[in-house]
DNA sequence: GATATTTAGTCCACAACGTAGACTAATTGG
DNA sequence: CCAATTAGTCTACGTTGTGGACTAAATATC
């Protein structure tokens, strides 16, 4: 587990320890940093040096008068060198984003399409294409990606990179990885996962909450102490298939009562009344308007997500409670009965209900979070890139 | 988070590194240690000779013949110096377990007492009797207890050790650290998480896996790659309050339908149809002499437990599940239909259910995790022990 | 406006720790 | 009895962080 740790690998740390402290507090002097890593001015005074040749930092220049006695010079993250790729394969639509060091965005690109009719191979074979050019045109403005993710919407393997079952896109076994060879390192992941990952790093979130994402299935991701939680095979989070009731109707998954038969986007927008397919904004226009069917649908809904939520929060203890996808246009119409039910049945044993909170994000959440995984591995890792 | 890495904090981590390998391993030569670790052999003969002053770790004496060349000194973990304490306050019991650096159990002392009925104050005056004579018989055996654990039934503050809600006993809010004062670094746990760890450091048990106490309440504690997951807060693993069926029974959290009023020991004991109380044993007995109720009343907790349990392997997927406390006895009658319950509604959808199996410690398991988790910190961070 | 004070950052001698390889010790095989 | 082999120690050395002296650049005070 733990590895030997030598010279090389003290260094290691102590310079993601600045770079860390760096990221986090955006711009500091040396001598600030050497006051809240504990190293000597000496040994940050080395260690910043290291970064700003490797490109990581960058000096602002501009000195800082404080108080009394010589400014310092503030450094930073270095925006316009290292970069990360993050590509999203939805039901509707694929995405591409590209962010750098400073995890600002640098590149977006959506296209949507209908994954659903399409070859799992044609897909992929389009979101490379997209990919490549974007990685050309971020390449071309100075960028050095340093690698990729790519978030879908279901399980992974993560150590083979096969999707498992993407049942929103009718994929069983596909072994994403390999068909998407972009000559850069590549990893893939859960949608939900992804836009949890996003919701920490690129919402004004907390460091502990479970993210919520509502898509045709329901997925979730935790997030405690600033990292993900994944479970012993990295399948947690599946929380579309909670049991609400056990009885109830009977869900793709074998099981009866999931949670995704109630407020799932299929069975919210089926139970509106309206016959045949009613796509998500029409939803969000009747029930904007009134319409009983619309409401009635969100209540329960809300009910189910509640019910589900609060079995969640006895398991795993979130802090708070990050409601996105479909969930974003709804949330007006269900937070309320969210939390009511959580409420009700948590308010007499815990201290503090989790809050219920609506995602800012917008559904290019998964891209974002996939790009800023990689990022967030350059700075847990500086090193790797040092020159050997 | 990560602190600065200074040469003492390198010595540290590679000690630990060490003793961790020992400790696993059951008895290595400096040789073999070198190979496992990666660091020289130099090195191993320095830290191991630390070891060795500080009464950690000791040589076998023996020599080892291997194949050919000179013989190497296999060194082992020294069971005869350091040792921890492991306590627990039940509902119809106070354990006392003293457990040394070897992990083996040195003294076990339990009494039977009602607490329920007892004041608070006077269950912990008890208890630091216990335990004072304990650690009087350990330290005349010439063991040096270096601290202590405390399992309690129901959720606690870890930091301020003040036990939140402990239903069983009739508890609220009870400052259990400040109370128990025993003139060594103490902490209090949940006795579910403990439990767990007992399973995973005693038990022949794998390093990823659920397990589920079940007491009058029903807890669990989650171990994720040999460490346990508390959520954010430290409450997680409240399965006794994951929802079966939305509409149940009302449960003393506020909600209805909790696992807790389908399997916890009251809900079994009452449904045997016995009017009054029925003891656990009694059950047993009536459900190995195939008595209806009893048996009907199993069939009916197991389904309820297979419910609760799909939820929660979705939710955080576990390797396995391993029942214990009241389920132990009445695993034989329940085992089958919780796997039977898992198997029907996660079977489609994962490629493995989670294997259910019974836990072969006894109800003492909480006291020796709690011991053993002291143990674990010193094995962590033998450094904090050596002579500065 | 000159000087004292304060803070930032660098320089240098030093200490702590792991490494590499020579060296000694102890065993087996022929 | 000697060669081969493996365990463990010893010594010179390299890497890295430290502490304090030193230089640099600002403000406060008179």
């Known amino acids: 587990m733990t590895q030997a740790v030598r010279h090389d690998a003290m260094r290691a740390r102590n310079l993601a320890l600045v770079l860390r402290e760096v990221s986090a507090r955006g711009s500091l002097t040396r001598?600030?940093?050497?006051?809240?890593?504990?190293?000597?001015?000496?040994?940050?005074?080395?260690?910043?040096?290291?970064?700003?040749?490797?490109?990581?930092?960058?000096?602002?220049?501009?000195?800082?008068g404080?108080?009394?006695?010589?400014?310092?010079?503030?450094?930073?993250?270095?925006?316009?060198?290292?970069?990360?790729?993050?590509?999203?394969?939805?039901?509707?639509?694929?995405?591409?984003?590209?962010?750098d060091l400073s995890r600002s965005?640098?590149?977006?690109?959506?296209?949507?399409?209908?994954?659903?009719?399409?070859?799992?191979?044609?897909?992929?074979?389009?979101?490379?294409?997209?990919?490549?050019?974007?990685?050309?045109?971020?390449?071309?403005?100075?960028?050095?990606?340093?690698?990729?993710?790519?978030?879908?919407?279901?399980?992974?393997?993560?150590?083979?990179?096969?999707?498992?079952?993407?049942?929103?896109?009718?994929?069983?076994?596909?072994?994403?990885?390999?068909l998407l060879d972009l000559g850069m390192p590549l990893h893939v992941e859960n949608e939900a996962n992804l836009a949890a990952l996003?919701?920490?790093?690129?919402?004004?979130?907390?460091?502990?909450?479970l993210y919520v994402s509502g898509e045709i299935g329901i997925g979730a991701g935790l997030v405690v102490a600033g990292s993900l939680f994944r479970g012993a095979r990295g399948f947690a989070g599946e929380l579309g298939h909670v049991v609400v009731s056990p009885d109830g109707p009977p869900c793709r998954c074998g099981g009866r009562g999931c949670l995704e038969q109630y407020a799932g986007q299929d069975a919210l927008l089926r139970s509106t009344g309206a016959a045949g397919s009613v796509g998500l904004m029409t939803m969000v226009t009747r029930v904007e308007a009134q319409d009983p069917a619309a409401v009635t649908a969100c209540r329960e809904a809300g009910w189910a997500l509640?019910?589900?939520?609060?079995?969640?929060?006895?398991?795993?203890?979130?802090?708070?409670?990050?409601?996105?996808?479909?969930?974003?246009?709804?949330?007006?119409?269900?937070?309320?009965?969210?939390?009511?039910?959580?409420?009700?049945?948590l308010g007499q044993m815990r201290v503090s209900v989790?809050?219920?909170?609506?995602?800012?994000?917008?559904?290019?959440?998964?891209?974002?979070?996939?790009?800023?995984?990689?990022?967030e591995r350059v700075i847990a890792d500086p090193a790797a890139l040092l020159p050997s």
């Open 31 to 64: 001598a600030a940093l050497a006051e809240v890593t504990g190293l000597t001015k000496t040994t940050v005074s080395k260690l910043v040096a290291d970064l700003i040749e490797t490109g990581l930092v960058e000096e602002t220049g501009v000195v800082r």
């Open 198 to 209: 996003a919701e920490l790093w690129f919402g004004a979130g907390p460091t502990d909450f």
């Open 306 to 345: 509640g019910v589900a939520l609060s079995s969640t929060v006895n398991l795993v203890d979130p802090d708070t409670i990050v409601l996105g996808g479909v969930f974003v246009p709804l949330f007006p119409y269900i937070g309320a009965v969210v939390t009511e039910t959580l409420q009700s049945r």
């Open 105 to 178: 965005v640098r590149l977006r690109r959506t296209q949507a399409v209908d994954n659903r009719s399409a070859q799992p191979v044609d897909v992929i074979a389009r979101l490379r294409d997209l990919a490549l050019s974007a990685v050309d045109e971020a390449v071309g403005n100075g960028l050095r990606i340093v690698g990729g993710a790519l978030a879908v919407p279901g399980p992974v393997d993560l150590g083979s990179g096969v999707v498992h079952n993407a049942p929103n896109l009718g994929w069983r076994d596909v072994p994403v990885l390999s």
């Open 354 to 375: 989790p809050p219920v909170v609506v995602s800012r994000l917008g559904f290019e959440a998964a891209a974002l979070g996939a790009a800023g995984q990689v990022i």
């Open 66 to 99: 404080g108080e009394r006695g010589r400014p310092g010079v503030e450094v930073r993250i270095r925006g316009a060198g290292i970069a990360a790729l993050g590509l999203e394969i939805n039901v509707d639509y694929l995405a591409v984003r590209v962010v």
